[in-house]
């Protein structure tokens, strides 16, 4: 019996040794402090364990043992290895080098090389200067093959976008999709002066 117990006991001791522990941790801009949503971080030992963050930029992940080496990528900044520790704060260096060689196509990136389409970008240097109703008259006349118009005639009226005319995929009533620092919306989410660049 007294056997019995000593092996249950070093079972029990050898269990919680392999025990998970959960690390919380939170991925930040370094400039700016601001969370970065849908980071990735993984274990480097196991890479397909991992998490992203959520809208605050918190994570909570599982590791094995106290001290292992995590990975934090982002689109845009440089990966970062370190330590994990409970309440960490990753904060992340932009990298323009990855920026050049990357391209956001609204629901992923691909890498400059592998787009097979045409990819436009107006900066605000080269946006409709004057009056503007919304984003969508930024960019008017900017980009070859994208209709910006008023059909209606009405100042107040909707902009609408038709990008190679009544040929767009979809037919003639099929209206882009805009997406916002990531989020869905439409030209009248954001004021036009508050934008950065399309």
Known sequence: MKKLLQLLLMIVVALSAHA???????????RTGEPLIGASVLLKSNPSTGVTTDLEGDFVISVPSAGETIVV???GYVTQELPASDGMTVKMIESSEILDEVVVIGYGTQRKGDVTSSVASVKSDNFVKGAVKDIGQLMQGKVAGLAITNPSGDPLGNTQIRLRGTSTI?????????????IPGDFNTVAPEDVESI
């Open 73 to 75: 990528n982002y689109v």
């Open 170 to 182: 979809g037919g003639a009533n099929t209206a882009p999709l805009v997406l916002i620092d990531g």
């Open 20 to 30: 998970q522990q959960s690390v919380k941790g939170k991925v930040v801009d370094a």
